[in-house]
T-cell receptor, first 110, second 113 residues
Framework: KQEVTQIPAALSVPEGENLVLNCSFTDSAIYNLQWFRQDPGKGLTSLLLIQSSQREQTSGRLNASLDKSSGRSTLYIAASQPGDSATYLCAVDVDYKLSFGAGTTVTVRA | DAGVIQSPRHEVTEMGQEVTLRCKPISGHNSLFWYRQTMMRGLELLIYFNNNVPIDDSGMPEDRFSAKMPNASFSTLKIQPSEPRDSAVYFC???????????FGPGTRLLVL
């Protein structure tokens, strides 16, 4: 069974600092990996999707890397802003089903 | 597009009652997913449909749970009878293809007393 782990569970940084969020998974036979953002009381918003054949994906201040062989992905958020405060979840696609990590809750202090 | 629409947004019911959650996917999306989120278990896939056909319901916890998708623009998740341990946030999501980006609805917060 695929296990997805996100460490740390919570992170607090001052505005302007770069954020580094980690995701690890136990089964490297993934089809893709997705990063989502969840605001309190809201649904999930997709941030980036990395295919298993890709090493990284970028969107604006966000960059996600994928090392399938070691079962790791990292989400980088440059120059963090208070509006980046949210919970960030990673999910891996195995057999057409997404398995989610528990998320990292980020607080960016103004 | 209005995005994925779920109703009701909040539901409070008593144990033993039937609960029906509704979802309208994004127009043109062929895949629909039902998830449940709890503090203890995180986000779990319950069932997904492709072209209105249930493909994988292995995440449905018990026979008390059932889901239908009678057409491309509507799906329901029913719990009968409901139990307190069913209290959770239930999300519906849709995508063009099961392996493409999923778009989530705002969720239904269910409390079973």
């Amino acid at each position: 069974k695929q296990e997805v782990t996100q460490i740390p569970a919570a992170l607090s940084v001052p505005e302007g600092e770069n954020l580094v969020l980690n995701c690890s998974f136990t089964d490297s036979a993934i089809y893709n990996l997705q990063w989502f953002r969840q605001d309190p009381g809201k649904g999930l918003t997709s941030l980036l999707l990395i295919q298993s054949s890709q090493r990284e994906q970028t969107s604006g201040r966000l960059n996600a890397s994928l090392d399938k062989s070691s079962g790791r992905s990292t989400l980088y958020i440059a120059a963090s802003q208070p509006g980046d405060s949210a919970t960030y979840l990673c999910a891996v696609d195995v057999d057409y089903k997404l398995s989610f990590g528990a998320g990292t809750t980020v607080t960016v202090r103004a | 597009d209005a995005g994925v629409i779920q109703s009701p947004r909040h539901e409070v019911t008593e144990m033993g009652q039937e609960v029906t959650l509704r979802c309208k996917p994004i127009s043109g999306h062929n895949s629909l997913f039902w998830y449940r989120q709890t503090m203890m278990r995180g986000l779990e896939l319950l069932i997904y449909f492709n072209n209105n056909v249930p493909i994988d319901d292995s995440g449905m916890p018990e026979d008390r749970f059932s889901a239908k998708m009678p057409n491309a623009s509507f799906s329901t998740l029913k719990i009968q009878p409901s139990e307190p341990r069913d209290s959770a946030v239930y999300f519906c999501a849709s995508s063009f293809h099961p392996r493409e980006t999923q778009y989530f609805g705002p969720g239904t917060r269910l409390l079973v007393l």
